[in-house]
């Protein structure tokens, strides 16, 4: 209790500290706005992106101490507040854009080439130069979107070790749950989570080899989007494997999430993936998706066992079968008690041959970003861990470890192992989820929180994870919606017509 007491004033004081008039501009509100009410807001000359970023501004001071969301603001990010301003009232280049004039904060391994840090959360990387800004960034530059900072993460995006808590890094400390403050903020894209949630900004970025998006989306309250692999450029973002990682937008609602996907989509020369993904992008963009009654004739697949059988203490059955309930009445065709070949394969890291593919994968790529780095501290794998042994900064480090560095380290390129490991994991994708999906003629997957996510991970595909209750303690859970390569559209069909019948989530609460 001696602790918890002045935890408890410190989230009195944090909340009550602010008298109302700073929340409302020209009767505008700004908490909890979508991107769409504040473009309303530009045109009515209720607010300016000026005014906007000092809110964002005002409530990171206000709230970061307790949350540890944000790593670093830009120190620009006034100058391109006024810059988005003048082109508003100039009708100057993209002022028309749906992101022109709002503020992002992109997760701490997105690469700018600015005033900014690109470190995964380590010292190791502090001071580190890269040589252009990453392919999403360049995008959201062009759409006229606001640079407001780097969000915390898991360091190394949860690869450096199995016992590090979610949330954690060195430079950034422990994440919190605006939810519930001692509740998991889960996986490596919770700092872009907690600000998202928590009115820190409308928009963010977060980045998912396995369930960083999804994960944190659902212990959050938020929508995250986790794009067919390839569909957004990883160009640029410090890399854990290509052949699973994904760059997606993490907001509050899913309307703005796909006006983000929108704007990060497409080909990129600093990254071949994106070649063969941009196929899939539909003419018109995917705003177009956004269909209040997009469930209808959908076919939703239903995987109970393992999915429905735990859930780690914070699964609400009763919720999801009241959800059950409103896809059907919406519309929707649900395929019950279908299963998933192999399910307790693909879910083992090291069973499937996710780990041993993935650790060998990530000294590659990481080796090929490090050396192409404009300056840096470390250059290899091999500097990483000497770095951390001869600075371990501070006891959580040292306690920590970094047993996943160590094993990545030991691999020698792509070998047999490494052949026969991917061999099985795409084996059990087409065997598995594939197959499912085809012999079903299902339009989509829908679990409980973010269990698929290893599903989703080693086929490459999609997902979609929306606001879906919270537990008893008053922690959220997230339902999702996972479909095959390129099924955004049906995707976001899907997503936003069970978010517009639900309207589950709430702004977070600040519990103990």
């Avoid at 994904?246 to 990060?264: E, F, K, N």
């Avoid at 993936?273 to 997009?294: D, M, N």
């Avoid at 041993?356 to 050396?371: G, H, P, R, T, V």
């Avoid at 197959?435 to 290893?454: C, E, F, Q, Y």
Wanted: glycine content about 10%; aromatic content about 8%.
């Amino acid at each position: 209790m001696a602790t918890e007491l002045p935890l408890l004033l410190l989230i009195l004081l944090s909340l009550t500290s602010f008298g109302s008039q700073t929340l409302y501009v020209h009767g505008f509100y700004i908490k909890e706005a979508t991107i769409s009410d504040l473009q309303q807001a530009f045109k009515q000359n209720q607010l300016t992106s000026r005014k906007l970023v000092e809110f964002y501004l005002q409530e990171i001071r206000r709230l970061n101490p307790l949350l540890s969301a944000v790593i670093e603001v830009n120190p620009d990010v006034l100058y391109q507040a006024d810059k988005a301003d003048y082109q508003r009232k100039s009708k100057g280049p993209n002022y028309h854009s749906g992101l022109h004039g709002i503020p992002v904060l992109l997760k701490e391994n997105i690469g700018t080439k600015d005033k900014l840090n690109t470190t995964a959360g380590s010292f190791a990387l502090l001071g580190s130069v890269v040589p252009r800004d990453a392919g999403v960034v360049t995008r959201l530059r062009n759409a006229g979107a606001i640079i407001l900072g780097k969000a915390s993460l898991s360091e190394w995006a949860q690869f450096r070790s199995l016992t590090a808590p979610a949330g954690w890094s060195p430079r950034g400390g422990q994440g919190k749950n605006p939810y519930v403050l001692s509740a998991t903020p889960c996986s490596s894209s919770s700092g872009s989570a907690i600000s998202a949630a928590a009115n820190l900004v409308a928009v963010t970025l977060g980045t998912e080899t396995d369930g960083s998006i999804l994960c944190p989306a659902s212990f959050n309250s938020v929508v995250g989007i986790k794009p067919t692999v390839g569909l957004t450029s990883r160009a640029g973002v410090i890399p854990v494997t290509p052949r699973q990682d994904t760059i997606g937008p993490i907001t509050r609602t899913v309307s703005d999430a796909v006006d983000v996907l929108d704007a990060i989509v497409g080909y990129d020369y600093n990254d071949q993936a994106t070649r063969e993904a941009s196929k899939y992008i539909p003419h018109g963009g995917y705003k177009q998706f956004l269909q209040r009654y997009g469930l209808k004739g959908k076919r939703l697949g239903i995987v109970r066992n393992p999915f429905f059988t735990s859930g780690g203490g914070y699964l609400q059955l009763q919720s999801f079968e009241k959800h059950f309930k409103t896809l059907s009445q919406e519309g929707a065709v649900l395929v019950d008690h279908l299963e998933i070949a192999n399910i307790d394969v693909i879910l083992n890291f090291n069973l499937s041959g996710e780990a041993i593919a993935s650790l060998a994968e990530f000294k590659l790529s990481l080796n090929a970003y490090l050396k192409d780095l404009v300056e840096s501290p470390v250059r290899s794998l091999a500097d990483v861990i000497a770095f951390n042994l001869k600075f371990p900064g501070v006891e959580m480090i040292k306690e920590f470890g970094q047993d996943i560095f160590l094993a990545a380290q030991a691999t020698n390129g792509i070998g047999n192992n490494e052949k026969a490991g991917l061999l099985n994991l795409a084996k059990l994708t087409k065997d598995g989820f594939e197959k499912l999906l085809k012999d079903n003629r299902l339009d989509a997957l829908v679990t409980p929180g973010s269990d698929v996510s290893p599903v989703l991970a080693i086929g490459g595909f999609p997902g979609i994870s929306v606001p879906a209750g919270f537990d008893k303690k008053g922690v959220p859970f997230g339902i999702t919606f996972g479909g095959l390569k390129g099924s955004e559209p049906k995707l976001i069909q899907i997503a936003y017509g069970f978010e517009q019948a639900t309207k589950v989530r709430k702004a977070p609460t600040f519990l103990p």
